[in-house]
């Protein structure tokens, strides 16, 4: 069974850092495209960073570029996203998530409907 299991996330003031992690269970992560989600309230789902299984090339979207690192540890099978210098526009619940394997660019299959697999979801909150 493919389950995906989140970790970190909380509470941080405005220009700190988090990781959160996503570990997978039933399935190599470096078998799947994975993507990090956040979803604010009152607003839909939206792409952060995704990775892709064949050569684990990354994608940013502009908002989080040079502040967030997406990563993968291939023998612990987790993908981690790393968070700097956040800003209360960063608050929201964040996914992991994972898809198949594919041949297409890291940015064309970095949108919602490209997964089937989601994590748990957790709290992301930043505010002094």
């Known amino acids: 069974q493919l389950q995906l299991v989140q970790s970190g996330g909380g509470l941080v003031q405005p220009g700190g850092s988090l990781r959160l992690s996503?570990?997978?269970?039933?399935?190599?992560l470096d078998s799947y495209a994975i993507g990090w989600f956040r979803q604010a309230p009152g607003k839909a789902r939206e792409e952060i960073s995704c990775i892709t299984n064949s050569n684990g090339?990354?994608?940013?979207?502009?908002?989080?570029?040079?502040?967030?690192?997406i990563s993968?540890?291939?023998?612990?099978?987790?993908v981690y996203l790393q968070m700097n210098s956040l800003d209360p526009s960063d608050t929201a619940v964040y996914y992991c998530a994972a898809g198949p394997e594919t041949l297409s660019t890291v940015q064309a299959i970095c949108v919602p409907g490209f997964f089937a697999?989601?994590?748990q979801g957790t709290q992301v909150t930043v505010s002094s």
Do not use: L, M, P
């Open 72 to 78: 993968r540890d291939i023998a612990e099978n987790t």
């Open 22 to 28: 996503c570990t997978a269970s039933g399935f190599t």
């Open 117 to 119: 697999s989601w994590g």
């Open 57 to 69: 090339a990354t994608y940013y979207v502009e908002s989080v570029k040079g502040r967030f690192t």
